[in-house]
């Protein structure tokens, strides 16, 4: 079936640093990825959406400098938290949707991500 | 514009009993819907889709929901609950851009 990897699964970083996180399909070519936001006993909240090669679309509310999404393959999409602060700590979540749409939505494992 | 409400929050049952997680959803055509399951800090595992064809829509594990349009309604059940069952349940809805609108979560519990 169709896997989505997504690394790192958990990182730690100071406050002010840069961190990214890396979301591959590996057995489809994914044309659009979504990245979520989650924090603790709530949903998934929808924060961009990116197709290949293109400039990612972000929803109202979030910060397109602080999240930067690069999606340059059909296989990998990346987010970059820019600057991060503790009130960025969250569970971030990615989910790829393959070239014809048959593989549907697949997730990442998701990445618990920790700013000290 | 789409929107998915479940109406349970936590759901407790004893194990080997059935399990019923409520979904109504919104939508101005035809949607999609997703059952989700997500163990603690882990990613989602779908259980289960619906995309226009058989109203009664069997996943893994066996679960099994029926779309009812009339009720706008993607109940989630399951026969008997196993303690494997115990995690957090998200109805699903996509729109015609294909984005995902979730709901708001069910937490099920499994009592031995």
């Known amino acids: 079936g169709a896997v989505v990897s997504q690394h790192p699964s958990w990182v730690i970083c100071k406050s002010g640093t840069s961190v990214k996180i890396e979301c591959r399909s590996l057995?489809?070519?994914?044309?659009?990825m979504f990245w979520y936001r989650q924090f603790p006993k709530q949903s998934l909240m929808l924060m961009a959406t990116s197709n290949e090669g293109s400039k990612a679309t972000y929803e109202q509310g979030v910060e397109k400098d602080k999240f930067l999404i690069n999606h340059a393959s059909l296989t990998l999409s990346t987010l970059t938290v820019t600057s991060a602060h503790p009130e960025d700590s969250s569970f971030y979540i990615c989910?790829?949707?393959?070239?014809?749409?048959?593989?549907?939505?697949?997730f990442g494992s998701g990445t618990r991500l920790t700013i000290v | 514009a789409q929107s998915v409400t479940q109406l349970d929050s936590h759901v407790s049952v004893s194990e080997g009993t059935p399990v019923l997680l409520r979904c109504n959803y919104s939508?101005?055509?035809?949607?999609?819907l997703f059952w989700y399951v997500q163990h603690p800090n882990k990613g989602l595992q779908l259980l289960l889709k619906y995309t226009s064809a058989a109203t009664l829509v069997k996943g893994i594990n066996g679960f099994e929901a029926e779309f009812k349009k009339s009720e706008t309604s993607f109940h989630l059940t399951k026969p008997s609950a196993h303690m494997s069952d115990a995690a957090e349940y998200f109805c699903?809805?996509?729109?015609?851009?294909?984005?995902?609108?979730f709901g708001a979560g069910t937490t099920v519990t499994v009592r031995a």
């Open positions: 699903v809805v996509s729109s015609n851009d294909y984005k995902l609108s």
């Open positions: 939508s101005s055509y035809s949607p999609s």
């Open positions: 989910s790829a949707r393959g070239v014809t749409g048959g593989h549907g939505y697949t």
């Open positions: 057995d489809f070519q994914a044309t659009t």
